[in-house]
Nanobody
Framework: EVHLVESGGGLAQPGESLRLSCVAS????????LGWFRQIPGKEREGVAVIDGDGNTKYAGSVKGRFTISQDNAKNTLYLQMNSLEPEDTAMYYC??????????????????????WGKGTMVTISS
C-alpha cells in the first residue's frame, strides 16, 4: 500500500499551464502502475493518463497532446503537466497507484481497474 498526496491545483485561465504533483510514501513508486484521474461533481470519474513500469503511457483522448504524465522514482513523485488548459478540464484531480507496474494493460488501468490506492485530490479550475 502506498500513501499519495497531490498538490499543484488551483485557478488558471484558458490556454495556461499547470503541473500537478503526487508524492508517495510507504512504498516505492516503481512497483506500481500510476495514473491521474479526474471527477466533476455529479459526473463519473474519468481516467486522464496512466504510466506503467516501463514508462509506457496512455491518455484520454480529450487530453492527448496537451497533458504529459511522468514520474521521478528518485523523488517518489508522479507528475501531470497540463498545457493549453480548457474550461472543460475543471475537475478534482486524483492520483492513483495499482500494485504491479506491468500487471494489467494500460487501457484497463485507465478505467481505474486495479488502481487500489488513491490520494485525496487537488482541485483544478480553469476560468477566465
Amino acid at each position: 500500500e502506498v500513501h499519495l498526496v497531490e498538490s499543484g491545483g488551483g485557478l488558471a485561465q484558458p490556454g495556461e499551464s499547470l503541473r500537478l504533483s503526487c508524492v508517495a510514501s510507504g512504498d516505492t513508486l516503481s512497483n506500481y502502475c500510476l495514473g491521474w484521474f479526474r471527477q466533476i461533481p455529479g459526473k463519473e470519474r474519468e481516467g486522464v493518463a496512466v504510466i506503467d513500469g516501463d514508462g509506457n503511457t496512455k491518455y484520454a483522448g480529450s487530453v492527448k497532446g496537451r497533458f504529459t504524465i511522468s514520474q521521478d522514482n528518485a523523488k517518489n513523485t508522479l507528475y501531470l503537466q497540463m498545457n493549453s488548459l480548457e474550461p472543460e478540464d475543471t475537475a478534482m484531480y486524483y492520483c492513483a497507484a495499482g500494485y504491479g507496474a506491468n500487471r494489467y494493460p494500460l487501457p484497463a488501468r485507465l478505467t481505474g481497474y486495479g488502481m487500489n490506492d488513491w490520494g485525496k485530490g487537488t482541485m483544478v479550475t480553469i476560468s477566465s
